[in-house]
């Protein structure tokens, strides 16, 4: 009884993520070491998740010091990134593996 | 004559208190619940504690950990401890090594609050001392510029020389996250006792201090992390200073 217990609470807690609502979607593409757009405008105040495919062979990092996120895309791949409810304002992000190309900005309004 | 017996029996429940935390680990490390896939991290963290006293000066702990994010929500991670007791006549040693792993239900950001689910075995050099199980919540939450992390264990002997209840630990990290490369924080950390006599303080270590953090990026090869603190012991149990640190190179796969 006790073990059907821990196996319902583990399944609970892995099909929650599932459930739990993780705002709209918005997407950013990675090509030649660029993100397209540059300039993402999200709705401010709302949790969102940002879409980022890497159609570069080579992996890239999606870092934010402003928005506290770093993971890493492969080539070829894509991640999802959660983030806010954000105060109105800019949040820069880059590429970490080609700063000097890879950068942008999310736009909360 | 009852009150003469006190000084006494309170300064044998304090070495008694001090042998059996002996088997409990000294890490000064606060743990996030993010977890990165395919990353691979090699780790050094240490601490050196020095008080007035003999008995309680000259301890130091040496971790090397290699960890890895297997996917999104499994972190696995491998740990060799050298340490030295405190006390006049400790020898560094090699203590202990330990297999852990980080369950991350959620994806960072998800909930309100990002937690994940800690579980390590040590198992301990010497064959008289008993190994340990450790597990607990580890949680974070942004909170305008800072970030607050909070890591809360139990940690229970286990084996053929084990005794006694659970003991309760904490560590947690307030950080101001001013820059990448430099963030300063306060971080905590303390040892409750068992969970059977965790109310009285004398039982208790606890240690307080500042530490700055930060992340210096070479690109494709990775990251260096690193932390460099100083904590205040607030109880007798507890070290008057110790000097802490962590070194960390992370790189993704």
Redesign the interface.
């Known amino acids: 009884m006790r073990m059907r217990t821990t196996l319902a609470l583990a399944l609970v807690a892995f099909a929650l993520p599932a459930l739990a609502a993780d705002g709209d979607a918005y997407e950013l593409v990675i090509k030649n070491h660029r993100f397209s757009p540059d300039r993402l405008e999200i709705p401010a105040g709302k949790k969102v998740t940002l879409v980022v495919r890497n159609l570069d062979d080579t992996p890239e990092e999606f870092e934010s010091h402003d928005l506290k996120r770093e993971k890493v895309v492969k080539g070829g791949d894509e991640i999802r990134v959660i983030v806010g409810p954000l105060n109105a304002g800019e949040y820069a992000f880059v590429g970490e593996y080609h700063e000097d190309t890879a950068k942008g900005v999310v736009v909360a309004k | 004559m009852k009150f003469s017996l006190l000084p006494a029996a309170l300064a044998l429940a304090a070495t008694a208190i001090l042998a059996a935390a002996s088997g409990v680990r000294a890490e000064f490390k606060v743990r996030s619940p993010v977890v990165?896939?395919?990353?691979l991290s090699l780790e050094q963290v240490g601490s050196a504690g020095y008080s007035r006293s003999d008995r309680r000066s000259n301890e130091l702990s040496v971790v090397h950990e290699l960890e890895y994010g297997v996917n999104d929500h499994l972190l696995i991670e491998l740990e060799g401890e050298w340490a030295r007791e405190a006390g006049p006549g400790s020898d560094r040693r090699f203590k202990a090594t330990t297999l852990g792993g980080m369950i991350a239900?959620?994806?960072?950001?998800?909930?309100w609050l990002d937690g994940a689910f800690w579980i390590e075995y040590g198992r301990v050099n010497a064959t008289t001392d008993p190994d340990t199980v450790k597990f607990g919540p580890v949680l974070q939450k942004?909170l305008g510029p800072t970030?607050v992390t909070g890591n809360f264990y139990m940690e229970k002997q286990v084996g053929i020389h084990s005794s006694g209840y659970p003991v309760a630990t904490y560590g947690a990290q307030w950080r101001y996250?001013w820059?990448?490369e430099l963030a300063p924080a306060i971080e905590v950390f303390g040892q409750l006792g068992d969970v059977n006599g965790m109310n009285n303080p004398r039982n208790q270590q606890h240690r307080v201090g500042p530490v700055l953090t930060g992340t210096l990026?070479v690109?494709?090869a990775g990251e260096f992390k690193y932390e460099l603190g100083y904590l205040a012991g607030l109880t007798n149990l507890t070290a008057d200073h110790t000097v802490k640190w962590k070194a960390e190179y992370e790189i993704?796969f």
Do not use: H, I, N, V
Request: proline share 5%; aromatic share 4%.
């Open positions: 990165e896939k395919d990353e239900p959620f994806a960072q950001g998800e909930l942004s970030t996250d820059l990448k990026g690109g494709r993704a």
